[in-house]
């Protein structure tokens, strides 16, 4: 029997890659998107070329509503989901006393509130079912706190809360909750970085390099399928963060 994931933010480096990995592991794809549709249709049909089987979303995952009616979709179009990946997020970068109660209410909002907004939607068809999986992207900077990026900070640690929480309330329903959190990788929200600031990190990294988006999608898809595994963060990160 084919199992169905739901991937958020699945037009941007990581998402892509992870809603891919899934598909050749065989899964039915759900590839969520908030405004990027074209791409997302694009990625959609690009696995169903390949024989897989893939629908394409566009909401806004800090809007109830929106996110309410995209469950229904995805459930309606490729049955039971029994994976759900929280991966959709969006940055702010610059001093906090800069940012504006709106800007940081946004960032909470898309990357902690939407997540919570995913899980209970998606949650009641789990535990009719006493199984299902969830994985939440997170950030090496929610386990360190970054300069600059308080709200994404403040939003990523929450996630790990969230993980932590749900796996302990879910797991008597045969539910699991786990978390990646990627270091430095090479996406398009990483391309901003200046050439000297990219250096830097680097070599902070014991690696001594940037990851992959690859990289990243097998450690969610490695705790999407191991059954005895919740609760966990996963650092993806070359040991930036030990």
């Given at each position: 029997?084919?199992?169905?994931?739901?991937?958020?933010?699945?037009?941007?480096?990581?998402?892509?890659?992870?809603?891919?990995?899934?598909?050749?592991?065989?899964?039915?794809?759900?590839?969520?998107?908030?405004?990027?549709?074209?791409?997302?249709?694009?990625?959609?049909?690009?696995?169903?070329?390949?024989?897989?089987?893939?629908?394409?979303?566009?909401?806004?995952?800090?809007?109830?509503?929106?996110?309410?009616?995209?469950?229904?979709?995805?459930q309606?179009?490729?049955?039971?989901?029994?994976?759900?990946?929280?991966?959709?997020?969006?940055?702010?970068?610059?001093?906090?006393?800069?940012?504006?109660?709106?800007?940081?209410?946004?960032?909470?909002?898309?990357?902690?509130?939407?997540?919570?907004?995913?899980?209970?939607?998606?949650?009641p068809?789990?535990?009719?079912?006493k199984?299902?999986?969830?994985?939440?992207?997170?950030?090496?900077?929610?386990?360190?706190?970054?300069?600059?990026?308080?709200?994404?900070?403040?939003?990523?640690?929450?996630?790990?809360?969230?993980?932590?929480?749900?796996?302990?309330?879910?797991?008597?329903?045969?539910?699991?909750?786990?978390?990646?959190?990627?270091g430095?990788?090479?996406?398009?929200?990483?391309?901003?970085?200046?050439?000297?600031?990219?250096?830097?990190?680097?070599?902070?990294?014991?690696?001594?390099?940037?990851?992959?988006?690859?990289?990243?999608?097998?450690?969610?898809?490695c705790l999407?399928?191991?059954?005895?595994?919740?609760?966990?963060?996963?650092?993806?990160?070359?040991?930036f963060?030990?």
């Amino acid at each position: 029997m084919r199992k169905n994931v739901l991937v958020t933010g699945a037009t941007g480096g990581i998402g892509r890659a992870i809603a891919l990995a899934f598909a050749e592991r065989g899964y039915g794809v759900g590839v969520h998107c908030c405004h990027r549709a074209e791409e997302a249709r694009a990625l959609a049909a690009a696995i169903r070329e390949q024989g897989g089987n893939a629908f394409a979303y566009q909401a806004d995952v800090a809007d109830e509503g929106q996110v309410e009616a995209m469950a229904a979709a995805a459930q309606r179009d490729l049955g039971f989901v029994e994976v759900l990946v929280n991966n959709a997020g969006i940055a702010w970068k610059g001093l906090l006393t800069d940012m504006t109660l709106a800007e940081w209410r946004r960032v909470l909002d898309v990357n902690c509130t939407g997540a919570f907004l995913c899980c209970r939607a998606f949650l009641p068809a789990m535990i009719r079912e006493k199984r299902g999986s969830i994985v939440n992207i997170s950030s090496m900077w929610g386990q360190q706190g970054a300069s600059c990026e308080a709200a994404y900070s403040a939003s990523k640690a929450a996630l790990i809360g969230l993980t932590q929480a749900l796996a302990q309330e879910e797991g008597p329903s045969g539910i699991r909750v786990n978390c990646v959190a990627p270091g430095v990788i090479d996406t398009p929200m990483n391309a901003g970085l200046s050439p000297a600031d990219l250096a830097a990190l680097k070599e902070e990294t014991p690696l001594q390099r940037t990851g992959t988006p690859e990289e990243v999608a097998q450690a969610v898809l490695c705790l999407a399928e191991q059954e005895f595994i919740t609760g966990q963060v996963l650092g993806v990160n070359g040991g930036f963060v030990i």
